[in-house]
C-alpha cells in the first residue's frame, strides 16, 4: 500500500504506456490465425487478378506500335515513349470529348438523385390513389433492357428535335427505376417518429423532406450518385445513337471513332481506354467509403 501510494503520477503513466502492458501496447498484437492468412492470401491474389488489365494497359500505352503487337509479347517496354499519348491527342479531341463526359454525366447524375429521392419518398411516406398500380408500373422498367428501348427512345427523341444535342443525350438516361427502388426501401427505414416530431412542431411535407429524411439519407444518396455517374460516363451505346456530331461526342464514343477511322492501333487504344476509365478510378478512391455506406445503409433498410 505505501510503495503503490508513494508512485507519481509521472511514473503511473510511464507505466501505463511502456510496451505490451495495456491495451495499446504491441506486446498486445496477437499472431495470426490461418483464416486470417488464406483470407489475406485469397484478396491479394484477386486484387492481382483485377489490377493486372490496368498494368498490361499502361506498359502497352508506352510501347511503340510496333512493339505493341510483337510475338511473343512482353511486359515491360523495351523502349518507353509516349508516341501513343500524343497520338491520341493529335488524332482526336480528346478535350471536348472529356468536357461533354463530365456535362452529360454531372447533369444524368442530378437529375436522376432529384427525381429518385422524390418518387421513392413519394412512394415511402405518401398514400394516395393508384400508388401500389404506380410502384408496380416504375418496378416493371427493373426488367426492360435499355437496349430494347433504343429504337422507340431515338424516334422520341428525334420527332421533339433533341439529336445531336446535349439533352438528347442527358434525358433518356434519367429513368431511374433501380435508383427509385433503392431510396424507396432506404426511406421505409426511417422511424416515423422522426417526421410526426417535426410534424407537431408545424413543419410542413417539404421542410421534413429536405431537413430531416435528406440528412439522414447521405449514404445512401451518395451511393446512388456515385453508381449513376458511373454508369452514365461508361454509357456507349445511346450516345452512339442520338449523336453524330464529332464536337458533341463522349469519351467512349470519340475513342471508338478514332479506333474505326486509322485501324487499331494497340498502344493507342490503351492510352485511350486509360483515359477514358482514369476519372472512375479517382471517384472510386476518394469515394469507396460512401459507396460501401451506401450499400450497407440499402441493405439494412431493405430487411
Known amino acids: 500500500m505505501t510503495t503503490a501510494a508513494a508512485q507519481t503520477p509521472d511514473e503511473t503513466r510511464t507505466r501505463d504506456k511502456a510496451p505490451g502492458v495495456g491495451s495499446g501496447g504491441r506486446g498486445d498484437r496477437r499472431p495470426w490465425t490461418p483464416s486470417q492468412i488464406l483470407l489475406t492470401l485469397l484478396a491479394t491474389a484477386v486484387s492481382v487478378v483485377f489490377l493486372a488489365p490496368l498494368v498490361w494497359a499502361l506498359f502497352t500505352s508506352l510501347k511503340s506500335e510496333t512493339e505493341a503487337v510483337e510475338v511473343p509479347t512482353h511486359w515491360l517496354p523495351k523502349e518507353w515513349t509516349t508516341q501513343a499519348w500524343s497520338a491520341i491527342f493529335e488524332t482526336g479531341n480528346i478535350t471536348n470529348w472529356f468536357v461533354n463526359s463530365v456535362v452529360v454525366s454531372v447533369c444524368v447524375t442530378f437529375v436522376v438523385l432529384t427525381v429518385s429521392a422524390l418518387a421513392g419518398y413519394g412512394f415511402a411516406r405518401t398514400e394516395f390513389r393508384g400508388k401500389k398500380a404506380l410502384l408496380g408500373l416504375v418496378m ?74 435528406l440528412p439522414l439519407s447521405r449514404p445512401s444518396l451518395a451511393a446512388v450518385g456515385i453508381f449513376t455517374f458511373i454508369a452514365s460516363w461508361n454509357n456507349f451505346l445511346w450516345p452512339y445513337m442520338v449523336t453524330n456530331n464529332p464536337d458533341l461526342m463522349t469519351m467512349p464514343n470519340g475513342i471508338a471513332t478514332v479506333m474505326n477511322s486509322y485501324g487499331i492501333q494497340w498502344a493507342q487504344l490503351m492510352a485511350g481506354g486509360l483515359m477514358a476509365g482514369l476519372p472512375l478510378i479517382i471517384v472510386f478512391v476518394f469515394f469507396q467509403r460512401q459507396i460501401v455506406a451506401g450499400v450497407a445503409h440499402t441493405g439494412l433498410a431493405g430487411q
Open 140 to 213: 416493371t422498367g427493373l426488367m426492360v433492357s435499355p437496349a430494347v428501348l433504343g429504337v422507340p427512345l431515338f424516334t422520341t427523341v428525334q420527332q421533339m428535335g433533341m439529336v445531336d444535342t446535349y439533352w438528347g443525350m442527358i434525358l433518356p438516361q434519367c429513368a431511374p427505376a433501380a435508383m427509385v427502388y433503392i431510396l424507396y426501401k432506404f426511406f421505409q427505414g426511417i422511424p416515423h417518429e422522426l417526421e410526426e416530431a417535426a410534424f407537431i412542431d408545424g413543419a410542413g411535407r417539404w421542410r421534413v423532406f429536405f431537413t430531416i429524411v
